[in-house]
């Protein structure tokens, strides 16, 4: 079973910014597709990014300009930065993996077969 652990969650200003990462336990990050969702209070789970093959990455349209997402392969490391953070950005953040072959690599919900525990971000106006 594989492990996925956030970190990076915190209470910002609104403006701010934050990187959060995640590490997969035990294995590399080049075996899965991998990516972010969130959940915001009273809302169901939305796909932010994910990191497909070939470096090819796709962001939904709400944070699109304000997030990156990115790998250390060498630290084994995915990452989510996110600028210019809103109140709206207010979420569990989840980071989420599958391996290859399990499907395209897409910023579907229900297509992800590992999901970390959740990192929490709080932007306040």
């Known amino acids: 079973q594989v492990q996925l652990v956030e970190s990076g969650g915190d209470s910002v200003q609104a403006g701010g910014s934050l990187r959060l990462s995640c590490v997969p336990s035990?294995?590399?990050?080049?075996?899965?597709?991998m990516g972010w969702f969130r959940r915001a209070p009273g809302k169901e789970r939305e796909g932010v990014a994910v990191f497909d093959s070939g470096g090819i990455t796709r962001y939904a349209e709400f944070l699109k300009g304000r997030s990156t997402i990115s790998k250390d392969n060498a630290k084994n490391i995915l990452y989510l930065e996110m600028i210019n953070l809103k109140p709206e950005d207010t979420a569990v953040y989840y980071c989420?993996?599958?391996?290859w072959g399990d499907g395209p690599c897409l910023l579907d919900k229900d297509s992800f077969r590992y999901w970390g525990q959740g990192t929490q971000v709080t932007v306040s106006s």
């Open positions: 989420v993996a599958k391996r």
């Open positions: 035990e294995e590399s990050i080049n075996n899965f597709c």
